[in-house]
């Protein structure tokens, strides 16, 4: 009867031993996967404010002017270049 016991409580104690290592491999990958996850946000976030400020300096008024003079040769309108409508004339 004892060498039954005995038998029982050794494959409950490695019955035990094998759910704490189970256990302690998927905290461990979690932790590892959480790691990623916030490099991969830390990541996100510096490119985040990269684009913010691409975008602060693509859209300044003197910046697009430029561009525009540069590349459409546009100009600035002048009184004496300004056309009215007005409506009954042809």
Known sequence: MSGRIIAVFAAALVGCALSVVNAQYQARSLFIELERAQ???????????????????????????????????????????????TPGTN
């Open 39 to 85: 490099a991969a946000s830390r990541q996100l976030d510096i490119e985040w404010a990269q684009l913010q400020l691409d975008q602060s300096t693509l859209g300044k008024n003197a910046r697009i002017e430029a561009n525009a003079r540069r590349d459409l040769s546009m100009v600035q309108v002048t009184p004496a270049r300004t056309q009215y409508l």
